[in-house]
C-alpha cells in the first residue's frame, strides 16, 4: 500500500499558521514579481479567481471581497515543507519527498492503512499546523487519484483500488496523473474519456499514442506497481538557476550581480548533491511581452579544463560570459546560468598541474560554509553578489519568514 501526503492549498495554509484570523477567509499567494496568482484558498476559487490569474487583472475583484493578497515567501514555504516531511516520517522510513507539497510514503505490512492516515493527518496538523489530504492504493498513481478525489468530497482521506471502476470513472482523463490537457484531448478524440476508459484502452494504441510514459501510467491504474518510490532522488545531470528582475535593468554591473547570485545558488545545489559540473551556460533576454520595446536574448557556454564546483571559478565565468553577450540599449528582463554535464565527484581526476590558489580557496571556501551555516546566508557572501541587489524580485506582499530569520520570529508584541 502507498500513501500520498498532499498538504491543502499549501502556500495559503502556510501563511495561515501565523496569522489565524485568516481562516475561512479568501487568500492568494502571487509569483515571482507578484505576477499572477499561484495558490488560493477555497473560498477565493469561489470567487472565480483561477490558477495562474495575472494580478493585474484580478486586483479589483481582490480589493471587492476583501481578498489578503500575499507574495511569495519561500524561505518559510521550504522550512514548513521540511517540518511536514519530519512528521510523515514518524509513520514510515520508506518515505519519497515528490515535491515541496507532496510525500509519498510505503505503508505495506501496516494492519490499517487508512487508521494510519488519518492518525497521520491529525498529527500533521498539530505538530505543523498544515491540513494534508492522504491518498491510499496499491500503485503511486492511484494514490495519487485517491488523493485527488479524498481533495475533492472533503474526506481527508480516502482508499482505492483497481476494482474500484465507479470512483475510476469519475476521474477525467485530463486529470489522471501524467496525462494533462494536451494528451487529454488525443485521448478524448480516441472515446477515452475518464481514468477507467483508459484502463481498459488497448496497450498498442496507448503506447502509440503516449509512449513507454502512458503505457506505464495505464499499467499503474490497473494495479501493477511500475513506478517505485525513490526515498533517494538521483543526482541531477544539469542544474538552472534562474530570476526575471524586480524592473528591468539595462547596466550591465547589475546584471553581473544578479548572475553571480544565480552561480552562487547553482554551486551550492551541486555541491549538496556532491557533484561537478564540466561546463557553464549563462543567458539574458528581455521581456517578450513588452511588443513595444527591443528585443534581445543571447546565451554563451564554457566548457571547464576540470570538472569543478568552485563558486568563485563559475562565477567569474559566468561574468566573462555576460560581458561578451551583453548588448547596450535594451531592458533585460531575466538573467541566469547553468551549470551543465554534472558528474559525481567521487571521480574527479585532478590536473596535472593544479592552480597555485586551489588550496587557499577551498579554505576560504570552507570558512564561508561554516559561517553560513551558523549565522545565516546573509552573513557570508562573495563580493560579486553585491550589497544592495537592486535587481532583485519584487515581493511587496511579502509575510516575515516567521521560522528561518531572527528578526522576523514571530513574539506576542508582533502586529499582523
Avoid at 488519518?118 to 505538530?127: A, E, P, Y
Avoid at 485530463?174 to 478524448?188: A, F, Q, S, Y
Amino acid at each position: 500500500m502507498i500513501a500520498l501526503a498532499d498538504c491543502n492549498n499549501f502556500y495559503v495554509s502556510c501563511e495561515r499558521v501565523f496569522r489565524p484570523f485568516l481562516d475561512n477567509q479568501p487568500v492568494i499567494v502571487l509569483s515571482n514579481n507578484d505576477g499572477c496568482a499561484i495558490a488560493r484558498s477555497n473560498e477565493a476559487k469561489s470567487l472565480g479567481i483561477g490558477m495562474g490569474s495575472p494580478y493585474h487583472q484580478i486586483r479589483g475583484l481582490c480589493q471587492k471581497n476583501n481578498v489578503r493578497v500575499y507574495s511569495s515567501n519561500y524561505e518559510l514555504y521550504g522550512d514548513m515543507s521540511r517540518r511536514v516531511v519530519s512528521a510523515l516520517r514518524q509513520f514510515t522510513n520508506h518515505i519519497e519527498v515528490y515535491s515541496i507539497d507532496e510525500s509519498f510514503l510505503y505503508l505495506s505490512g501496516k494492519s490499517d492503512p487508512l487508521e494510519i492516515a488519518k492518525t497521520m493527518r491529525t498529527k500533521v496538523l498539530k505538530w505543523t499546523g498544515i491540513p494534508i489530504s492522504v491518498g491510499l492504493g496499491p500503485t503511486k498513481t492511484l494514490a495519487k487519484l485517491a488523493n485527488r478525489l479524498a481533495k475533492k468530497n472533503n474526506s481527508g482521506c480516502l482508499t482505492i483500488s483497481q476494482d474500484d471502476y465507479e470512483l475510476i470513472a469519475s476521474v477525467e482523463i485530463e486529470d489522471v496523473w501524467g496525462v494533462g490537457k494536451r494528451l487529454g484531448h488525443k485521448l478524448r478524440a480516441l472515446g477515452v474519456s475518464n481514468a477507467l476508459n483508459l484502463m481498459g484502452a488497448s496497450s498498442k494504441t496507448v503506447r502509440k499514442l503516449g509512449g513507454v510514459v502512458l503505457e506505464r501510467t495505464q499499467k499503474e491504474l490497473q494495479g501493477w506497481q511500475c513506478l517505485e518510490l525513490e526515498e533517494c532522488p538521483q543526482p541531477k545531470k544539469n542544474v538552472c538557476c534562474s530570476r526575471a528582475f524586480g524592473q528591468p535593468i539595462s547596466s550591465l554591473t547589475l546584471i553581473e550581480e544578479a548572475v553571480a547570485n544565480h552561480a552562487f545558488r547553482g554551486v551550492q545545489k551541486i555541491r549538496k548533491q556532491q557533484s561537478l559540473a564540466c561546463g557553464l551556460q549563462a543567458f539574458i533576454k528581455t521581456n517578450p511581452f513588452r511588443v513595444n520595446t527591443p528585443q534581445y536574448s543571447n546565451a554563451g557556454y564554457v566548457g571547464f579544463d576540470e570538472p569543478t564546483d568552485e563558486p568563485m571559478q563559475i562565477i567569474s565565468t559566468a561574468k566573462k560570459i555576460i560581458q561578451t553577450i551583453y548588448r547596450k540599449g535594451y531592458q533585460y528582463h531575466k538573467a541566469g546560468i547553468m551549470l551543465l554535464n554534472l558528474q559525481p565527484k567521487s571521480l574527479q581526476q585532478g590536473l596535472l598541474f593544479p592552480p597555485k590558489q586551489q588550496s587557499k580557496r577551498k579554505q576560504l571556501l570552507k570558512a564561508v560554509e561554516e559561517l553560513r551555516s551558523a549565522y545565516g546566508p546573509e552573513s557570508a557572501f562573495l563580493a560579486a553578489q553585491g550589497i544592495q541587489r537592486k535587481w532583485e524580485m519584487k515581493r511587496n506582499y511579502r509575510s516575515p519568514r516567521y521560522t528561518t530569520n531572527w528578526q522576523e520570529i514571530p513574539s506576542t508584541s508582533t502586529k499582523v
